[in-house]
C-alpha cells in the first residue's frame, strides 16, 4: 500500500496542519517507508510464537521492575499548593475538568 498525496493532505487536514509541497513529498517518502517496514513485519511467520505484554518479557521479569500505581498522600499543604500552582482550576485541592461524558 503506498501512500498518495491525497492521503498526506487529508491527514494534514485531519490534524489541522498545512504542509508545503516539500513537507508533502518529504511526509510521503517517510510514510511509504514505514509502511513499507510494517509490510516487512507483517511478512514473519509467527505461527505457534505466544505474544508478549512487553518486548523485554523474554529477557527478564517485568512485573518486578514496576511500581504499584496507588495514589500518595501529599505531605504538607505547602507541597499541595505547589503542585496545584499549574492548574486552570480547583476545588478542595483536586483539578477541575471539562465534562468529556454526559
Same mark, same amino acid.
Given at each position: 500500500? $503506498?501512500? %498518495?498525496? &491525497? ?5 494534514a487536514? /485531519?490534524?489541522?496542519?498545512? =504542509?508545503?509541497? &516539500? $513537507?508533502? !513529498?518529504?511526509?510521503? %517518502? +517517510? /510514510? *511509504?517507508?514505514?509502511?513499507? /517496514?510494517? +509490510? #516487512? =513485519? &507483517?511478512?514473519?511467520? %509467527? !505461527? ?10 523474554? !529477557? #527478564?521479569?517485568? @512485573? =518486578? ?6 495514589? $500518595?498522600?501529599?505531605?504538607s /499543604? $505547602? +507541597?499541595? #499548593?505547589?503542585l496545584? @500552582? *499549574? ?16
Amino acid at each position: 500500500m $503506498a501512500i %498518495t498525496d &491525497q492521503d498526506v493532505a487529508r491527514i494534514a487536514r /485531519l490534524a489541522r496542519i498545512e =504542509l508545503s509541497d &516539500q $513537507a508533502s !513529498h518529504r511526509a510521503i %517518502t +517517510e /510514510l *511509504n517507508g514505514i509502511m513499507g /517496514l510494517i +509490510e #516487512q =513485519l &507483517q511478512a514473519v511467520d %509467527t !505461527h505457534g510464537i505466544e505474544p508478549m505484554a512487553h518486548p523485554l518479557s523474554a !529477557h #527478564q521479569d517485568i @512485573a =518486578l521492575r514496576l511500581r504499584p500505581d496507588a495514589a $500518595a498522600p501529599t505531605h504538607s /499543604l $505547602a +507541597e499541595r #499548593q505547589a503542585l496545584m @500552582a *499549574n492548574s486552570p482550576a480547583e476545588v478542595d485541592g483536586l483539578f477541575v475538568v471539562p465534562t468529556v461524558i454526559e
